[in-house]
């Protein structure tokens, strides 16, 4: 991606800094707690802390400077182990090297744990330290929510991609080439790289009949069989430059129960009049109300969300769910991209789980991945 | 593993809390935050919250109630959907239902973050909220530190696993059968699973000769070559029922020049001293400063720490490294199981690194797994 994107990114998020008066933003990306806003605001794609100020000014402190030097975009690129990665002491070297005034408000991240937020208060005891929900991150979420140009044709291409590989695994096993969850998991590892992509962007989920009732199966994949007699599930993302897709299809071989039957066609009813209202200006829970509404005429019960937001992250805003969290009511909006993914679990006869991606656009929305329940 | 382990954790840290005044301490694990407690104490692999009581009673919600009935072990086991997989509507009714008196200390993960620590306080405005550094996570952290005979067994056959699956790679890496970086990470995943691992334990890090100057490549694997002229470094790791192995391999082909001979030589002497003093009794510190001291005399510095534990997580105490973090000095003790990884790196000539994991035992230790430096 152009440097000149990352720049603008940065220079959008300091006018929401300016208008809130925070002089620094932190954020932190490390194995413990993820952070793709990273990845947003300078391209590098892991183990670091940045420095955003109310400037634009953009530092960068790396784990590793080597590939900070290929990916990063910043103004300041510092090694992280400088400050033997400790976000404090690299936080108190930005804040005397940029001339921070003392009393101004400096926001670290809003999942900072509770005893490290005392560690920064007493540190910062010149500064006023905010850590506080709706802040920083709130708003680095809500840009990130709304995809720009190159990040939909990005995340097009994640989705080809994944339809693409889909297509050949559906040909190879009915030609009896994949034949376990690993032959299946494995595919799409192998054909990803081939094509280009990182890979996958979370553990492929193959679960064969006997294991398709579980939400998220575990172990993601096995040694099992896959797509013989019964319902498998197969829930696959690839990660094109950062970028995500994230799709699921349902295998269902040989004559089925009725059981089985009523949960298929309840899924694929809550899909359609779900996506039919997968569109700008429609609240977001609405759509998931709707699925709910499907199942609970059937009789049944969705034990988990109808959709996430896809990105530089797997899971991100908005999430589709029909449960009240008390916060401000979310409505489609183009530029969205958002999984729609209804599915029924039930010990005894299995799972079944549709879920495509969905880019909200101006007229309505498309729809970027072909997931479907295959008939074997 | 036998259900009565859980219980017998369950008892023992009921003890601390008993001595700490704990009424109840609190475990979450989700998809931002995992936390393997849950794993130990109630044999339940992910995506729950775990209430134990000063009773030793443990009462598990669990968000896949399927996957709970048949590998959790604990007193009472609830849907976490119940809760709407709210930690704090979860809290509030198990607190109720199982009358922990007013007054009493109920302690929540050290990680959880300032803003929600604030509605816990809110919310359990009754009781005592407890969230500090050196509490109940540090108390887990410190039990699982010492592995028991079950927990050495399985760590064992990870090890073993793991072991088999780097012979067969040099085998087929000489023989030309695996000849890029995506071959071989696709090779560990599927024959992991057919030994009747879960699979790997972290992405495989498999970097040829362009790539193996980063620390931990990224992306962890590619479609480029392995194996060919110069270095090229697989680090990996095999779960076996909840337990990891975690081992790298340093392949070095054709003729190096002599600053990448000069690296490999330092990398082994660095290793060999410091596997020395991988026995009870010396600081673990010691042994960082060991390895520190063979690279400083070669004027070269290591960019990450020396070793760290594994077990059911990948990462866990005790942590190998030199640089002084105040926090209690750590000695080896029988029942560690720590990895001894020394590494160089250098963005012209590339990257070396040994890493093998070693049992501490009362005589001394053994070493669990066989990396080499391979010479191609």
Same mark, same amino acid.
């Given at each position: 991606m152009k440097n000149s994107v990352y720049k603008k990114r940065r220079a959008d998020f300091a006018t929401w800094m300016a208008r809130e008066g925070i002089a620094v933003a932190v954020f932190e990306d490390n194995e413990h707690r993820r952070d793709p806003s990273i990845q947003y605001f300078t391209g590098h794609p892991c183990d670091a802390i940045l420095f955003l100020s109310i400037t634009g000014y953009g530092?960068?402190?790396?784990?590793?400077?080597?590939?900070?030097? #290929?990916?990063?975009?910043?103004?300041?690129?510092?090694?992280?182990?400088?400050?033997?990665?400790?976000?404090?002491?690299?936080? #108190?070297?930005?804040?005397?090297?940029?001339?921070?005034?003392?009393h101004s408000k400096i926001e670290i991240p809003e999942n900072t744990a509770y005893p490290q937020f005392l560690e920064y208060v007493d540190a910062f005891s010149d500064f006023d330290v905010v850590c506080r929900k709706s802040g920083a991150d709130t708003e680095?979420? =809500?840009?990130?929510?709304? #995809?720009?140009?190159?990040?939909?044709?990005?995340?097009?291409?994640?989705?080809?991609?994944?339809?693409?590989?889909?297509?050949?695994?559906? #040909?190879?096993?009915r030609s009896g080439h994949l034949k376990t969850e690993t032959d299946v998991a494995l595919f799409i590892e192998k054909e990803s790289r081939l094509a280009g992509a990182e890979g996958t962007s979370f553990s492929t989920l193959a679960a064969g009949p006997s294991r398709s009732h579980m939400i998220h199966s575990y172990p993601p994949f096995g040694a099992g069989d896959f797509g013989v007699k019964?319902? =498998?599930?197969?829930?696959?993302?690839?990660?094109?430059?950062?970028?995500? =897709?994230d799709m699921t299809l349902t295998f269902a071989s040989g004559e089925l129960d009725p059981a089985q039957e009523r949960m298929i066609s309840l899924v694929e009813k809550a899909y359609g009049e779900a996506l039919e209202i997968y569109k700008p200006g429609v609240s977001v829970r609405e759509a998931a109300l709707k699925a709910d509404g499907v199942f609970s005429k059937g009789k049944k019960k969705m034990p988990h969300g109808l959709g996430h937001g896809i990105g530089l992250a797997v899971h991100e805003a908005p999430f589709v769910r029909s449960r009240d969290t008390g916060e401000e009511p979310q409505v489609f909006q183009p530029g969205m991209i958002v999984t729609l993914e209804p599915g029924l679990y039930d010990a005894r006869h299995g799972g079944v789980r549709l879920e495509n991606d969905v880019l909200i656009t101006e007229g309505g929305n498309e729809v970027l991945t072909h997931s479907k329940i295959v008939r074997l």
């Open positions: 530092i960068l402190c790396a784990w590793d400077e080597n590939l900070a030097s #290929k990916e990063a975009d910043a103004d300041i690129i510092l090694p992280y182990t400088r400050f033997s990665l400790n976000p404090i002491l690299a936080g #108190k070297y930005v804040a005397e090297k940029a001339g921070v005034p003392v680095v979420s =809500s840009m990130r929510m709304i #995809k720009d140009e190159s990040e939909i044709a990005l995340t097009r291409q994640a989705c080809a991609i994944a339809d693409g590989i889909a297509v050949s695994i559906e #040909k190879k096993i019964g319902l =498998s599930i197969l829930d696959f993302g690839i990660k094109y430059k950062g970028y995500t =897709s």
